[in-house]
């Protein structure tokens, strides 16, 4: 959450001439609720589910860049299933600046809107303890703590384009 998967995802896209879906506004597309509306209504289990087969259709579409929720590759084989239908890319941010971009966003993110201070940073360790070992199983691992302008993320598409192609 905060790491910039959609601002990258959108940025590598538009280099590589490829269309770019951020599966969360797919999802709220196709449903026609928000994100959160369809976890108060539904549930975590069943956005999880809805999540794992808009996930899947999107995965089968070619030449397109897709930007998950933070939450995608934790859950029913997503990983395994984004791994095997193309290139995963995992931003690696400290906590430090994961903490930093959540404070600034909070308030659009009902799972923050409540939290400050060290009771922010102590829910965003404890997520990224738990989901960290799904997100290094990602092809490649791209450090981000740096993409807080539009030169800097410039910068993290030539590199990322890079990796890609070597």
Do not use: W
Not at 103 to 121: A, F, M, Q, W, Y
């Amino acid at each position: 959450m905060g790491a910039g998967k959609t601002t990258l995802g959108k940025a590598l896209a538009k280099q590589m001439n490829l269309s770019f879906i951020d599966l969360d506004s797919f999802i709220e597309g196709r449903y026609h609720q928000t994100i959160r509306r369809i976890f108060e209504e539904k549930g975590e289990d069943s956005f999880r589910e809805i999540e794992r087969d808009l996930l899947r259709e999107v995965g089968e579409f070619e030449d397109v860049v897709i930007s998950t929720g933070g939450g995608t590759p934790c859950f029913y084989g997503n990983m395994a299933f984004m791994n095997a239908t193309g290139t995963t890319v995992y931003l690696k941010l400290s906590v430090d600046e994961l903490v930093k971009r959540a404070e600034t966003g909070k308030d659009t993110r009902p799972v923050l809107k409540n939290r400050s201070g060290e009771e922010l940073k102590r829910f965003i360790v404890t997520s990224l303890s738990e989901r960290s070992r799904y997100y290094e199983q990602a092809s490649l691992v791209l450090p981000a703590d740096t993409m807080n302008t539009e030169a800097e993320t410039d910068a993290l598409v030539r590199c990322l384009e890079k990796m890609l192609f070597s």
